[in-house]
């Protein structure tokens, strides 16, 4: 059984920081694709940050130099690093694990920046 667990989620005034993190379990790990998602009321899911087995890198425009996202494959686990938060990355966010038609979902977490 797949499972995707995110943790790390919270409030935290604009300029803080937060870190996610993914526990994977039932995939071969290491050759996902790990993602990070999100998605704010009222719009739809957006991509955040990607990582590709092979170490290639892919972010949204928006959270370019403020976020960073990293796995352990020791742990089955992938991160998602966010520094200088402002209140518009307030959202569910969701990690996201693919390998081809492979495509499974974490039940997301809320992160809200709010002073």
């Known amino acids: 059984q797949v499972q995707l667990v995110e943790s790390g989620g919270g409030s935290v005034q604009p300029g803080g920081s937060l870190r996610l993190s993914c526990a994977a379990s039932?995939?071969?790990?290491?050759?996902?694709?790990m993602a990070w998602y999100r998605q704010a009321p009222g719009k739809q899911r957006e991509l955040v940050a990607s990582l590709t087995a092979g170490g290639l890198t892919n972010y949204a425009d928006s959270v370019k130099g403020r976020f960073t996202i990293s796995r352990d494959t020791a742990k089955n686990t992938a991160s998602l690093q966010m520094n200088s938060l402002k209140p518009e990355d307030t959202a569910v966010y969701y990690c996201n694990g693919r390998r081809g038609t492979a495509n499974y979902w974490g039940q997301g977490t809320q992160v809200t920046v709010s002073s």
């Open positions: 039932g995939i071969f790990f290491h050759v996902y694709t």
